[in-house]
């Protein structure tokens, strides 16, 4: 947040208060720095101390294990809210929780996300395998709801709230409310969940008049901060290949335009990107279909022209497979029904397909209310932020590798990079809102060294990282681990690196172009290599960073505990504690899709 | 060394012999690309860095460094090879150099677009037949070119010999070259020395000739150092040796020439090596080591003046010259087709257009050498007009090896005279040198060339063409009846006037002309050429009798039109 000047005359702070303050301030959110306000407000009304304290109110805990931010914002709302209405809340992200707590705990709400192949998100996993670890606690007291976040098109759906949900009934606690599991379009039943959680809390908890004042206007601070549903009309300043015509993948550098008083973020940071569908996409749907783009459809509550609809606020490109299961009735034919019934095989279909590839395979009627419900809501797509404010304070810089398959006979581009690198013209506008990402920023201290471990556009944050380091003069070593799969076609940014270590601050580089060599080898095999170095940089501090796919994360995971062990001359069980206090000391840092 | 001295002298007195910081350069993950001082280091060891110049801009603007990559040219005295190794070169071409390989115009074979993680397996691979890349570039002697001379076998021998021991004698003694490509030991104890080099080598590259008249092929007079085979009964008897040749100038810039090796005197051949090593010690203390635009010998003996080079050269190697002996040329290109030796072997000259061996997926020059080398039993043997010799064909063999070798184009016929005689340098994209086209326009040009000769009734006028993408004269282009000598993109100098056998400097005839203008003029030219000549005349000597340019008085008129 930018924070106003102090005025030396009217500031009731002096200048080493208010630098104070200002330090305390610089890394909350809206949402936190409305709680803040309303808390010191109490604090103020609060004297003379009373005679006799009003019965204690009974702390409630919400908890968010949260890799996109949309977890954290909905256990954010529902803090506030708490808060408005005189529950004792507080709202904290499960990595910054101690887990022993637990088991002293009455009152806890979780609100968490699935990641990958039904993995928790980062930084829940400190939590999540407390509970499950054999010796956890009993947790007889605890009284708890789980809301879970996923994504139904992946086979593990809502996985880690499940287990949550399972796994603290079986050590004992009791369910205020039923799991509830939400896709995607979770708002409004995120929402719901959330009345029917503070109704219940409300009921059965002590509350007393809050010690926190409510501030009219502060939750909503005008003007109002640009998340996902009031996001910044950012405009493209430049759209450039930085791949060669011969590589595999065609990756852009894309630079949009902000204005940094309305857009702050963090190197680490993700932007998330409302786009726009293909207007000849549009046009051959509603062709295929004998559709009229005029028709008009609902969806929650509004009204639209299905053009619109289908442009702006449906989702057409990643094919769902309850768009597939709802649409296999439609169509006449044995086959597809029987494609439907097989999850395996719909998953295998639907990831290189879209849903024109479904109707152009399977023709059906329908009619045009009908297929906006059948539709899933059109989602922004998040994007590991490529630069960092102090060198570039008015652009967001992002690395899109554009998604082109042509599996079903006719080119496809994806929804949102065929938006962001191929429809979008320089000089117009695009919705964006910053995905905050506390986990996957750099250390604090400058002088602590880096490890920077990325694969194909897994390496956008350290460009903004290394941005930052610079812009700063920090002094600590960083070190970047990067693959891709050829040296001379895709070796993403490789003048800023030279650029870097010319300058003296990039201290070490190790590369792994998969179709190089004969045989394929990727940073992972690099880090098994590398493991006595790589133990040394961990013995003197350094922050270890992953970041690209979550196969990739894995292996080098897997790399990691290897190559700890062998440097350390440890068994696997003694490597793997080293890599968990990594991860509990906040040192271990990833950022998986 | 002084303060004025060129820079590459400090690097080379820095590289500790010739080891500079190759090896942290080669491991250095970051970048395609060696550190500035070790390119001119590598040099050395047989390799260049080099680049692809139509894809500067667009890689900077993807955040891309230049795509880099190295050539390497090997050193093969004489240009002879086995068939062994020559299934190795091309094998290594195919592998790990971008699917070609170059014969060049100094006998060798060089590879282009090695990427830097390669260049070690590429030198060990031919290092296991037995060829190295020592000296390939560098400020040392290069490759020593030799008259292929197939038909006198048992003097190609002798002379073929010396040039073998001419460069073995001036290789560089360090080993740095093993140390850091082959064995990785660095030998204990003794201080290395360069008995002829010294700590900073020549001031400059420096080329030996060895010719067998009446044959020009190698050029003799246009390299540093020239021994031309003197034979009675077909023994040799000795040499006349010639020095201060040299190809290159610099556009505009009259104190820079080509200019003609001057006769130091006739040697018996066991003053061969001590004459070598003395013209070379020579020049490594006199050579100018201020500007490498003049540092050549040849700018030596003209400061020095011819008598007291001579005399100098003959102190050092304790002889005396004697009066050179008569010789006489009559070509400066290839024959080709069969012709039959004195021991009734055959030899087969195939035609390889510019040299350019590319691995096609269809039948091509590469894969039907590689045919022929896979069942000759001989010898192979690359000319020093980029073209090969099937050497030692017995009389059973020749049928297979000209039915392979027409099956893959390697014969010339079918192929004018014009385009045979013809040379071309590699220039652009690679070459960082090159200011326009050379070797991707050369066929192009000899099209339109043809096509105008036609016209003026003239079928296959036997001219010596020959075409650089700049004036460092790599395609010996002064020495040829007419040249084009690239200026700027698109834009050449037209030269006139050599004499088809390598003994006449052409001279300058129209400057920075375009495509249009160039043709205009050749046109011209040809149509008097074929009313006015006389009968046997070649176009060199027509152009100067018909008064077109002038003979040359001093080798800086190159520059006047």
């Known amino acids: 947040m930018a924070l106003p000047q102090r005025n030396p005359v009217t500031s009731p702070f002096d200048e080493p208060q208010w630098r104070a303050v200002q330090s305390l301030l610089e890394d909350l959110s809206p949402a936190q720095m409305a709680w803040v306000s309303g808390y010191l407000a109490g604090l103020a009304r609060v004297e003379p101390a009373p005679a006799a304290e009003p019965p204690a109110a009974e702390p409630i805990t919400i908890l968010y294990g949260s890799q996109t931010g949309n977890a954290k914002s909905v256990a954010e709302r529902l803090g506030a809210r708490a808060l408005e209405q005189g529950l004792a809340a507080s709202v904290l992200g499960m990595a910054d929780y101690h887990p022993r707590k637990l088991a002293k705990e009455r009152w806890v709400l979780l609100v968490v996300s699935t990641h990958g192949e039904g993995e928790p998100p980062e930084n829940a996993h400190a939590l999540h395998s407390f509970v499950h670890d054999a010796q956890a606690p009993r947790l007889e007291r605890l009284r708890y709801a789980v809301l879970a976040l996923g994504d139904s098109s992946y086979e593990h759906f809502c996985r880690t709230g499940q287990e949550f949900d399972q796994r603290l009934a079986d050590l004992g606690a009791q369910r205020l409310m039923p799991l509830q599991c939400c896709d995607l379009d979770f708002q409004a039943e995120a929402k719901r969940w959330s009345d029917g959680a503070l109704e219940r809390l409300s009921e059965l908890t002590t509350r007393r008049a809050s010690n926190v004042v409510a501030l009219p206007g502060l939750y909503r601070p005008a003007p109002r901060a640009h998340d996902r549903d009031n996001p910044f009309a950012a405009t493209l300043l430049e759209n450039r290949q930085i791949t060669t015509a011969d590589a595999i993948a065609d990756v852009r550098h894309l630079a949009l335009e902000i204005d940094p008083r309305a857009v702050r973020f963090q190197p680490g940071d993700a932007l998330g990107v409302w786009f726009r569908n293909d207007p000849n996409l549009v046009a051959v749907l509603l062709d295929q279909l004998g559709l009229d783009g005029d028709s008009p459809v609902r969806l929650d509550d509004e009204e639209s022209s299905l053009h619109q609809a289908l442009s702006e606020r449906l989702e057409l490109t990643r094919l769902h497979p309850k768009t597939l299961s709802g649409w296999a009735p439609r169509a006449s034919g044995p086959d597809l029904a029987e494609l439907a019934a097989d999850g395996a095989r719909v998953r295998d279909w639907i990831a290189t397909r879209q849903f024109i590839d479904l109707v152009t395979a399977y023709p059906a009627a329908i009619e045009a209310q009908d297929l906006a419900a059948l539709l899933p809501p059109l989602t922004p797509r998040l994007y590991s932020i490529a630069s960092s404010q102090a060198a570039f304070e008015d652009e967001v810089h992002l690395t899109v590798s554009l998604v082109r398959s042509a599996t079903a006979g006719a080119e496809r581009l994806g929804g949102a990079t065929g938006f962001l690198c191929e429809r979008l013209a320089r000089g117009a506008s695009v919705g964006v809102y910053v995905v905050e990402n506390p986990g996957f920023r750099l250390p604090e201290d400058g002088s602590t060294p880096v490890i920077l471990i990325g694969a194909g556009t897994g390496v956008a944050p350290y460009r903004a990282f290394l941005q930052q380091r610079a812009a700063h003069g920090d002094s600590g070593r960083n070190w970047l681990i990067f693959g891709n799969r050829h040296f001379r076609r895709d070796f993403l940014y490789q003048l800023d690196w030279l650029g870097h270590r010319d300058a003296g601050r990039l201290n070490r580089v190790s590369l792994a172009f998969s179709r190089d060599g004969a045989e394929r080898r990727y940073v992972q095999h690099r880090l098994r290599d590398e493991g006595t170095e790589l133990y040394r940089w961990l013995e003197e501090g350094a922050h270890l960073y992953v970041c690209g796919g979550t196969a990739m994360g894995q292996a080098v995971h897997a790399a990691l505990l290897e190559a700890i062990a062998a440097a350390a001359g440890r068994d696997a069980a003694a490597a793997s504690d080293y890599v968990d206090n990594l991860r509990h000391d906040g040192r271990y840092h990833r950022d998986l899709y | ?561």
């Open chain 2, 1 to 561: 060394m002084t303060a004025t001295t060129h820079p590459n002298e400090g690097i080379k007195l820095r590289s500790n012999f010739l080891r500079g910081t190759l090896r942290e350069s080669l491991v250095d993950e970051l970048t395609g690309a060696m550190s500035p001082e070790d390119t001119q280091i590598s040099k050395f060891h047989g390799f260049y860095q080099q680049d692809d110049r139509d894809q500067r801009q667009t890689r900077r603007d993807r955040f891309l460094e230049p795509d880099y990559a190295f050539m390497l040219r090997a050193r093969l005295p004489g240009g002879v090879c086995t068939p062994t190794q020559w299934l190795a070169i091309d094998g290594i071409g195919r592998e790990l150099a971008a699917g070609s390989l170059r014969l060049t115009t100094r006998q060798s074979f060089q590879y282009h677009g090695i990427l830097k993680h390669r260049l070690e397996a590429v030198i060990r691979g031919i290092n296991q037949v037995m060829i190295d890349s020592i000296g390939g570039c560098g400020d040392v002697n290069r490759n020593v070119v030799c008259n292929p001379n197939p038909i006198e076998s048992s003097l190609h021998q002798e002379v073929h010999a010396w040039a073998q021991r001419i460069s073995e004698h001036l290789l560089p003694r360090t080993r740095a070259y093993h140390e850091l490509w082959l064995d990785g030991e660095r030998v204990a104890g003794g201080e290395e020395v360069e008995p002829i080099y010294g700590p900073t080598y020549l001031p400059r590259k420096f080329k030996t000739a060895v010719a067998v008249p009446p044959h020009n092929d190698v050029d003799v007079y246009a390299n540093d150092l020239g021994f031309i085979a003197i034979a009675k009964a077909g023994r040799l008897v000795g040499f006349n040796v010639v020095a201060g040749g040299g190809m290159g100038a610099t556009h505009g810039d009259p104190t820079t020439f080509p200019r003609l090796a001057d006769p130091l005197g006739f040697i018996a051949p066991d003053q061969t090596l001590a004459v070598a090593e003395a013209v070379v010690t020579t020049q490594r203390d006199f050579g100018d080591r201020v500007s490498r635009q003049h540092a050549r010998l040849k700018y030596t003996i003209e400061r020095m003046g011819l008598a007291a080079f001579r005399d100098e050269v003959a102190r050092r190697a304790g002889i005396r010259f004697a009066r050179p002996r008569r010789v006489r040329f009559t070509d400066q290109g290839d024959r080709y087709g069969w012709v039959k030796g004195v021991d009734d072997h055959w030899h087969l000259t195939l035609y390889i257009e510019n040299g350019r061996l590319v691995d096609t997926p269809r039948q091509g020059p590469m894969a039907g050498l590689r045919e022929i080398a896979r069942i000759h039993h001989g010898d192979l043997r690359i000319t020093p007009n980029q073209n090969l010799v099937v050497a030692r064909v017995p009389e059973a063999q020749r049928a297979d090896i000209e039915h392979l070798a027409r099956d893959h184009g390697l014969l010339a016929e079918g192929h004018s005279m014009l385009r045979r005689q013809g040379i071309a340098c590699v220039a652009l994209p690679t070459c960082p040198l090159a200011m326009a086209e050379a070797e991707r326009y050369f066929p192009d040009l000899l099209d339109q060339i043809e096509r105008l000769a036609k016209r003026h009734g003239l079928e296959d006028p036997g001219l010596v063409v020959r075409m650089t993408g700049c004036p460092n004269g790599c395609a010996r282009p002064y020495l040829a009846e007419l040249a084009l000598i690239g200026k700027g993109p698109g834009r050449y100098n037209l030269m006139l006037g050599g004499d088809g056998i390598g003994t006449r400097l052409n001279h300058l005839f129209r400057e920075n002309l375009d495509e249009a203008g160039l043709l205009a003029e050749i046109d011209q030219l040809l149509g008097r050429y074929a009313a006015e000549r006389h009968a046997d005349e070649g176009f060199g000597d027509f152009v100067i009798r018909a008064g077109l340019v002038r003979p040359m008085a001093r080798p800086s008129e190159t520059h006047d039109a």
